[in-house]
């Protein structure tokens, strides 16, 4: 039954469609010259970041111990 009437209803609908534009179906003009394709440096305006030696450990900033941070729990 649901499958007649889709066959059904997709012959009526496809006979109500309308046709696609020319500039669609028209085959491509081969003697068309678009705009010339410049390459671009992709990493211009880039800063090149490069590995150090690690830091010693009398570097590093003091941690905070728990409860002094004031974060309002306790």
Do not use: F, N
């Not at 649901?2 to 012959?11: D, E, F, G, T, V």
């Amino acid at each position: 039954m649901y499958k007649r009437l889709l066959i059904l209803s997709s012959a009526v609908l496809s006979g109500c469609a309308v046709p696609p534009p020319e500039w669609v179906v028209a085959p491509a003009d081969s003697q068309w010259r678009g705009p010339p394709i410049h390459a671009a440096d992709v990493t211009a305006g880039t800063q090149t970041l490069r590995p150090v030696e690690p830091r010693g450990w009398g570097t590093m900033p003091p941690q905070e111990k728990k409860g002094e941070s004031g974060g309002g729990h306790e």
